[in-house]
């Protein structure tokens, strides 16, 4: 989330100009906030994770949407757009434009030192308003590294970390497993301060 | 280290006080943000905004630095979020005395503690609300949010 905080807009006038926007802006509290681009470790693993999950995924009942796929969290928002969703079974759609989510069961957010905090944070505190929502999974762009809050039934989030190379991250509510190898091999990684 | 906002010495102070009240008799020490925990031989060092040590606590140094502490407070900045939920936590979460890692927010009343289980995992829970209480599990101790709060103007970072 950057600083450049526009005016007030309703959820329908956010709609309205994002459908026709050429550059993404997610929404939070009236206020639209342009998303900026990624550096090119963030796009690589953005890609090898699509692929990974989509492959650990295939003939079942999950599919996996790319950053372009819009989510709300509720009616008034916010809307978000995540590195990478997963929904099980059939879409919940916002209307019929067919462009934002209500029922992802996994999101994925690649960390980026600008938006660390509000990944960890606000952006979290905000996804676990979503019921539909199981896993919130943090991709590290500076070492192979990958956090998974698994929802229970109580309303606690268990943290997982799987760290290195030869680890395999275990996505239980899709009862899959992610090798990093798969998602960091060849990967360029940025430096901490990046 | 940059300073605080009043709001963050008196959250700091709040909290401490809060558990210190809340373990008397329970052989637990309650330190305030002058002091330093050692994470390993080699480092890092860092100044906390308040842990629980229970047991007999381990120091080294000039006596300034906890080497077990139970549980470690940090009330949140928006400056050090990232490092506190990420890096500095990771880093924690390598110290073997500790069992819970608390989170004070201090545009709201919220605090979020992280809880080490026995297979090593961390149970993350979130009480918002002055109408919530905190339930720090590791030191059997429960604290409503209204009284960490109580009195105190919040900021808006």
Known sequence: ?194 | MASGSSAHAFLSLAIGSELRQALRNRGCHVGGSNLRVRVSERGPYFYVDGTVTCGKAQTAGDNDIALNPTLIVEVLSKSTEAFDRGDKFGHYRKLESLKEYVLVSQTEPRVETFVRSEDGRWTFTEFAGTEAICRFASIDCDIPVAAIYEGIELGSA
């Open chain 1, 1 to 194: 989330m950057s600083a450049n905080a526009t005016p007030f807009f309703t959820p329908e006038e956010y709609l309205d100009i994002e459908r026709a926007a050429e550059v993404k802006s997610e929404y939070y509290d009236g206020q639209m906030f342009a998303m900026s681009g990624g550096t090119l470790p963030h796009s690589l693993i953005g890609a090898r994770l699509i692929a990974a999950v989509s492959s650990a995924l295939r003939g079942g009942r999950c599919n996996v949407a790319t950053s372009d796929l819009r989510i709300r969290i509720s009616s008034r928002g916010p809307f978000v757009y995540p590195d990478l969703s997963v929904y099980c079974g059939e879409p919940e759609l916002a209307d019929n434009y067919r462009d934002t989510l209500l029922n992802p069961t996994v999101v994925f957010e690649v960390l980026s030192k600008s938006s660390e905090g509000h990944d960890r944070g606000h952006k979290f505190s905000q996804y676990r308003k979503i019921p539909s929502l199981r896993e919130y999974v943090l991709v590290s762009q500076t070492e192979p590294r990958i956090e998974v809050f698994l929802r229970q039934p109580e309303g606690t989030w268990i943290l997982t970390e799987f760290v290195g190379m030869d680890a395999v991250c275990r996505l239980a509510s899709l009862d899959c497993g992610i090798s990093l190898g798969a998602v960091y091999d060849g990967v360029g990684l940025e430096s901490p301060s990046a």
